[in-house]
């Protein structure tokens, strides 16, 4: 498996080196996950749902270092990733090679095995082609060069994994609290928050996800969460402003 030495002097696994770099940058340099008094209290227990290669488990494994870590990643690379990505950094954690959803059983990823971090179970290779197309023009490259680079990027293919829920993972770690539920999974968020049951929203203090709005389901996860007593902010990247995609920070008050 391919390695990297990131800035901070970390040597890790990896899939695509630009995609590692991208992760790096939006995890570890933007704090992509972190708002000032977010999250709230400090983290014991986090749950890292949609890992991949392990970028936000090895950030929060840095920031909160006595915290216990729970990743989930469907993907075979990546998980393979993931796994050596614990082994080395992430002292204690745990890895799931499955998928969060709202039941256990099996379902069929759509994978992209050279921008794995866009892989899901709604994965639309038009429409995710045509935003990094626009992404790379935005970023510099010419038309016909963003074209080959982001149809390079996307070419699809299928494969089954297994699936299983927020309140499975729980029951399974033996643990009473979850004070961050982080969640990136590709416009599957609301299928993860539908496989909490009720009496484990308690449990839970702080979460932060990447939301795709379609369907009016940003305007769904956010009833959701705060009838179960979370505040809310939302928050949309200045280069995503086209898109349908955001963040929510979402903590219960202490």
């Given at each position: 498996?391919?390695?990297?030495?990131?800035?901070?002097?970390?040597?890790?696994?990896?899939?695509?080196?630009?995609?590692?770099?991208?992760l790096?940058?939006?995890?570890?340099?933007?704090?992509?996950?972190?708002?000032?008094?977010?999250?709230?209290?400090?983290?014991?227990?986090?749950?890292?749902?949609?890992?991949?290669?392990?970028?936000a488990?090895?950030?929060?494994?840095?920031?909160?270092?006595?915290?216990?870590?729970?990743?989930?990643?469907?993907?075979?690379?990546?998980?393979?990733?993931?796994?050596?990505?614990?082994?080395?950094?992430?002292?204690?954690?745990?890895?799931?090679?499955v998928a969060?959803?709202?039941?256990?059983?099996?379902?069929?990823?759509?994978?992209?095995?050279?921008?794995?971090?866009?892989?899901?179970?709604?994965?639309?290779?038009?429409?995710?082609?045509?935003?990094?197309?626009?992404?790379?023009v935005?970023?510099?490259?010419?038309?016909?060069?963003?074209?080959?680079?982001?149809?390079?990027?996307?070419?699809?293919?299928?494969?089954?994994?297994?699936?299983?829920?927020?309140?499975?993972?729980?029951?399974?770690?033996?643990?009473?609290?979850?004070?961050?539920?982080?969640?990136?999974?590709?416009?599957?968020?609301?299928?993860?928050?539908?496989?909490?049951?009720?009496?484990?929203?308690?449990?839970?203090?702080?979460?932060v996800?990447?939301?795709?709005?379609?369907d009016?389901?940003?305007h769904?996860?956010?009833?959701?969460?705060?009838?179960?007593?979370?505040?809310?902010?939302?928050?949309?990247?200045?280069?995503?402003?086209?898109?349908?995609?955001?963040?929510?920070?979402?903590?219960?008050?202490?």
């Open positions: 498996m391919p390695l990297r030495r990131l800035p901070n002097g970390w040597e890790i696994a990896q899939v695509d080196p630009g995609e590692a770099a991208f790096y940058r939006e995890i570890f340099v933007e704090r992509s996950y972190l708002r000032d008094g977010f999250p709230n209290p400090t983290p014991e227990v986090i749950f890292d749902i949609g890992a991949n290669i392990g970028m488990s090895m950030f929060f494994a840095q920031t909160f270092p006595d915290a216990f870590i729970v990743a989930a990643e469907p993907a075979p690379e990546p998980f393979a990733a993931l796994t050596e990505n614990f082994r080395r950094h992430v002292r204690g954690g745990v890895t799931h090679n969060l959803a709202d039941r256990e059983g099996t379902r069929r990823l759509g994978y992209y095995p050279n921008a794995t971090a866009e892989s899901g179970f709604y994965a639309d290779q038009d429409s995710e082609t045509e935003l990094a197309r626009r992404l790379l935005e970023r510099g490259l010419s038309p016909a060069q963003a074209e080959a680079v982001a149809e390079s990027r996307h070419k699809l293919s299928y494969i089954d994994c297994r699936t299983t829920t927020v309140s499975a993972l729980i029951r399974e770690h033996a643990v009473d609290h979850v004070d961050l539920l982080k969640i990136d999974v590709e416009k599957s968020e609301i299928e993860v928050l539908a496989g909490i049951e009720e009496p484990d929203w308690g449990r839970i203090r702080n979460v996800m990447e939301i795709h709005d379609f009016d389901r940003l769904q996860v956010l009833t959701l969460l705060k009838e179960r007593g979370f505040t809310c902010e939302t928050e949309q990247e200045t280069e995503l402003s086209a898109s349908d995609i955001f963040m929510i920070y979402a903590t219960k008050p202490v």
